[in-house]
């Protein structure tokens, strides 16, 4: 009999999420490592889940795309017959900043599809098996700045707000069938998408007094996504460093 339980994480090639993907594995999951087109990370991730004795899976596709998703784990579903995903880490996101004024339509939408999409079609595919399981953890990761709004990230404020609205709504939808839905707000943590920014200048505006580490948000979730954190549903975490 196969014990394998699933764990999705969008966005694990890199970053947060790849953080995400190895801390859930050594947590016992199989992980399902999604990501859009960087696959020597992926692989890479995969490869050091596996050196440490943990498992993982390769699940490409865009977030942003809600056939490519839905193709992607009906395939996935074929491929794992009497198989469900248990826990969902929806991780993957964008920024294109700019004040408003100058933005542009590709840059609104960019951003709030890869975000407002990638939630939807994959929380509506997984969570049928889990409600019926009756047990699933959904963790979606949004940001200070949709808790905050910050200028020159309205595209990104909106997208990360509208996370946290779906994430207290679904919430409150699942949680008789023991499905919870918690929310993770990130300050700045050091990633590629942190890159361009002035780290040095920045730490000034953090109480901690410095970027944190992929590693924090990812024994964040890791918590939310254990039994102990049953009666946890629909709350918003910060993790920044005392911003917020
Ligand atoms: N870093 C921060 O300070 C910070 C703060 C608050 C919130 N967050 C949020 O935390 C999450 C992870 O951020 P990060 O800093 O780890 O970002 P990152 O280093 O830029 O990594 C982004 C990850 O998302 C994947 N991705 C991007 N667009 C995708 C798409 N359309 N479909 C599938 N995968 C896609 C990338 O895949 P490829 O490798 O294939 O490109 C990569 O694995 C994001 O939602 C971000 O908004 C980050």
């Known amino acids: ?14 970053g947060i999420g790849r953080a995400i993907a190895e801390r859930l594995a050594r947590d016992g999951y199989t992980v399902l490592i999604n990501y859009k087109s960087n696959q020597q990370s992926a692989l890479s991730c995969q490869q050091a889940i ?7 899976e390769l699940l490409p596709f865009d977030v942003a795309d809600g056939a490519a998703i839905e193709a992607a784990l009906n395939a996935w579903d074929a491929a794992h017959e009497g198989e469900h995903i248990s ?20 840059e609104w939408h960019d951003v ?9 079609y994959t929380t509506h595919h997984v969570l049928p098996a889990m409600l019926r399981a009756r047990k699933g953890r959904i963790v979606n990761i949004t940001s ?9 990230q309205t ?28 929310a993770v707000a990130p300050g ?13 200048e920045l730490k000034k505006t953090i109480p901690a007094g410095r970027f944190g580490k992929p590693e924090e948000v990812a024994a964040l979730v890791s918590f939310l996504c254990s039994d102990e954190a049953s009666y946890i549903t629909g709350q918003v975490i910060n993790i920044a460093g005392g911003i917020g």
Do not use: H, Q
Request: proline share 1%; charged share 20%; net charge neutral.
């Open 87 to 106: 826990v969902l880490v929806n991780n993957a996101g964008i920024r294109r900043d700019g004040l408003l004024v100058f933005m542009n339509e590709d």
């Open 1 to 14: 009999m196969k014990t394998d339980i699933y764990a999705l994480v969008t966005g694990a090639s890199r």
């Open 50 to 56: 596996e050196a440490a004795g943990g498992k993982a």
């Open 112 to 120: 709030l599809r890869t975000t407002t999409e990638g939630f939807y």
């Open 144 to 152: 200070i700045s949709g808790v905050s709004g910050l200028p020159g």
């Open 188 to 200: 700045f943590i050091a990633t590629d998408m942190t890159a361009d920014l002035d780290e040095a």
């Open 155 to 182: 595209n990104y404020s909106a997208a990360k707000a509208a996370l946290i609205g779906a994430t207290k709504a679904l919430s409150k939808e699942v949680a008789a069938r023991k499905v919870t839905v918690n």
